[in-house]
């Protein structure tokens, strides 16, 4: 499948004074699509990308949830209506990968990597969304163009490639859990679990998101890890069907597997069974999405979910999930930031 990455770019600050401009590196260009490879924070594990649960989870993500990430994103596809559905992008990414047992999140990952749809507020490459029947060598297969029928078919391949070795069979390129195997990089890979070798037969490259080998021009499989990992942490996806457990902390209810740092006391506990248990200094190991303190640089200290602080004449923040700093230009004045009422406010 064809690989592709949003262009992410930003702009050279000039120095101040009379001083040198400083110069910027020259952008990384995708050798197989033309797109500029964002640069890579986080080294992945070539042999274990994703979770399997990371491919076939997200259970509890509904379509109003994409819909909320896409506008969060700015992307084109918040507003976007598919003509052979009638229905919008948001409700196709959930019912056709649903459909198929994958999950919507790692769908989302799955588009813009391919096409950077998520994040772009164009149409480019609305018709070969997933890069599904879009082989590198050569064009789109016509049964698969269309934003639809491109997340159903990325949805369908996925499943079809982890039906075969949930079976212990080898997928249709030869990939198998266990089993070395060259990419097109060229690298010797051994998946360790069956998401990997699913990624790896949709496109059989490491890229430059990986530690081991890979190439710095190619996003690959490993650009898939990449950005499913930053999507995760970016909205408060509900992940799993279960009731979950409610948390004055979040001042909401979180999904079961879910760990809040608690505002009162700092300590952390986790949902389970509809209830919060432990009560610890240290986060639990198993937390299938986090809420703790945020380190405010301002402030000197960390503070907890939902925290909001003014760092500059013009830019609010507040505290979000898995300790991230989001943007609540909102808040200054009506005490409101993207993951609910301000707990505090700090202005400057």
């Known amino acids: 499948m064809k690989l592709r990455m949003c262009v992410l770019l930003v702009p050279a600050l000039l120095a101040a004074g009379c001083g040198p401009l400083e110069e910027v590196p020259a ?18 594990d070539m042999h274990r990308l994703l979770e399997d649960s990371d491919v076939t989870g997200g259970t509890g993500i509904t379509p109003a949830q994409v819909q909320a990430f896409l506008q969060q994103q ?5 507003g976007y209506t ?49 890069g599904c029947g879009c082989p590198d060598t050569s064009g789109c297969d016509a049964q698969y163009v269309g934003f639809g029928k491109q997340v159903e078919c990325a949805a369908k391949k996925m499943r ?13 390129s030869g990939w198998k859990t266990g089993v070395t195997k060259s990419t097109s990089d060229p690298c010797t890979v051994k998946p360790v679990n069956n998401a990997t070798a699913a990624l790896y037969t949709y496109t059989p490259w490491v890229g430059a998101y990986a530690i081991q080998c890979g190439r710095t021009t190619v ?3 490993s650009l898939m890890a990449s950005i499913y990992n930053r ?30 740092q608690s505002s009162s006391d700092a300590l952390w506990r986790q949902c389970s069974q509809g209830v919060f248990i432990g009560g610890t200094t240290a986060k639990p190991s198993n937390c299938n999405v986090s809420f703790p303190y945020c380190v405010s640089t301002r402030l000197g200290r960390g503070v907890p979910l939902r925290t909001c602080v003014q760092v500059s004449t013009t ?31 700090y202005a400057l």
């Open 231 to 260: 999507y995760k942490t970016a909205y408060p996806w509900t992940l799993t069907t279960a009731e979950g457990c409610y948390s004055g902390t979040v001042d909401g209810t979180v999904p079961e597997g879910a760990c809040v």
């Open 27 to 44: 952008p990384v260009i995708d050798e197989l699509t033309g797109q500029v490879l964002q640069e890579a924070t986080t080294k992945y």
């Open 219 to 221: 996003g690959g499989s």
């Open 74 to 78: 700015g992307s084109y596809l918040a």
């Open 160 to 172: 079809g490639y982890l039906t075969d070795l949930e079976a212990g069979r080898a997928t249709i």
């Open 315 to 345: 830019v609010w923040q507040q505290c979000g999930a898995e300790g991230a700093w989001r943007d609540a230009p909102g808040a200054g004045t009506t005490g409101v930031g993207p993951v609910g009422t301000c707990y505090a406010s």
């Open 82 to 130: 598919d003509p052979a559905y009638g229905k919008t992008a948001a409700t196709l990414i959930v019912e056709r990968s649903r459909a198929s047992n994958i999950s919507p999140l790692y769908m989302l990952a799955r588009i813009q990597g391919e096409s950077s749809l998520i994040q772009s507020g164009t149409s480019t490459n609305l018709s070969k969304a997933t």
